[in-house]
């Protein structure tokens, strides 16, 4: 089945710093999504892509649906405390069910004030 | 607008004891409904997923079951629990297909002891 390799697993940074962390896959995906998980709750869809070389912002949020449809990024700029938590990334891969999405297995975000 | 609400929101429970999680969505008709569950903190492992009344798929063989007795209403039972059933169980719904994305209800901490 399809597997999205999502990096880095766990990032600690100061606040005010620019992060960035990425999902690739051998195979092709017609939908990337963007989700963060608050500590205690469930995900929340951030950012939607759907079609290659997309690049879309939420706030200071921006996410990228890669030209080879393999990949996508996720960019947080000027980091805050709120922005704790663990980013998913996810997404409907070409051939595979329109039910199911795939996610990657997060990526950990912490944030020192 | 939609609304997903799940509950309880913590749960402990007996080894050997039976369990029932209930989820339900307001709002919307035939929407595509998902339980995950979370260890750890960490990835989404897709349990059961149902695209209608009484039809429901297993992704994963182990102590579990799904029910879908109403259309907006999804059931996550057990009769009898391990100690390895524990963790975060999160359901979800999308509408059309898993390309919008999934919406998240707020979880359930089981713990089983």
């Known amino acids: 089945g399809q597997q999205l390799n999502q990096s880095p697993q766990s990032m600690f940074i100061q606040e005010g710093e620019d992060v960035s962390m990425n999902c690739t896959s051998s195979?092709?995906?017609?939908?990337w999504l963007w989700y963060k998980q608050d500590p205690g709750e469930g995900p929340v869809l951030l950012i939607a892509?759907?079609?290659?070389?997309e690049l879309t912002s939420n706030g200071r949020l921006t996410a990228q649906f890669g030209i080879t449809r393999k990949d996508s990024f996720l960019n947080i700029s000027a980091s805050i405390p709120s922005d704790v938590g663990i980013y998913f990334c996810?997404?409907?891969?070409?051939?595979?069910?329109?039910?199911?999405?795939?996610f990657g297995k997060g990526t950990l975000l912490t944030v020192n004030p | 607008s939609q609304t997903i609400h799940q509950w309880p929101a913590t749960l402990v429970q007996p080894v050997g004891s039976p369990l029932s999680l209930e989820c339900t969505v307001e709002?919307?008709?035939?929407?595509?409904l998902y339980w995950y569950r979370q260890a750890a903190g960490r990835g989404l492992q897709l349990l059961f997923y149902?695209?209608?009344?009484?039809?429901i798929s297993s992704e994963v063989p182990q102590n579990l079951s799904a029910s879908r007795p109403q259309d907006r209403q999804f059931i996550l039972s057990s009769k009898k629990l391990l100690l390895s059933d524990s963790g975060f169980y999160l359901c979800?719904?999308?509408?059309?297909?898993?390309?919008?994305?999934?919406?998240f209800g707020s979880g359930t901490r089981l713990t089983v002891v």
């Open positions: 195979s092709i995906f017609n939908t």
């Open positions: 979800a719904w999308s509408f059309m297909g898993a390309s919008y994305g999934y919406t």
């Open positions: 149902s695209v209608g009344i009484g039809q």
């Open positions: 892509l759907y079609k290659a070389g």
């Open positions: 996810a997404g409907v891969a070409v051939g595979g069910s329109n039910y199911k999405l795939t």
């Open positions: 709002g919307t008709s035939n929407p595509n």
